[in-house]
C-alpha cells in the first residue's frame, strides 16, 4: 500500500525578519558557542571574563 500524499503543496514564504525559527535557531546556537567560549577562556587564563577585559 503506497502512501497518501497531498496533490497541492502550499507556497509559503519565509519570514525575511522578526521573530522566526531560523532567527531564534540561529540565536541560540550562537549564544552556546559564546557561552562555551567564555568557560573557556576562564579555564585557561584562570581569571574570570570581567577581569580578562580589564573590567574587574
Do not use: C, D, H
Not at 6 to 20: H, Y
Not at 22 to 50: C, D, P, S
Amino acid at each position: 500500500m503506497t502512501p497518501i500524499k497531498p496533490t497541492i503543496q502550499p507556497k509559503l514564504e519565509r519570514p525575511k525578519s522578526g521573530f522566526n525559527a531560523y532567527a531564534e535557531r540561529l540565536n541560540g546556537r550562537v549564544a552556546m558557542i559564546g557561552f562555551i567560549a567564555i568557560v573557556l577562556i576562564e579555564y585557561v587564563t584562570g581569571k574570570g571574563i570581567l577581569s580578562w577585559i580589564g573590567l574587574g
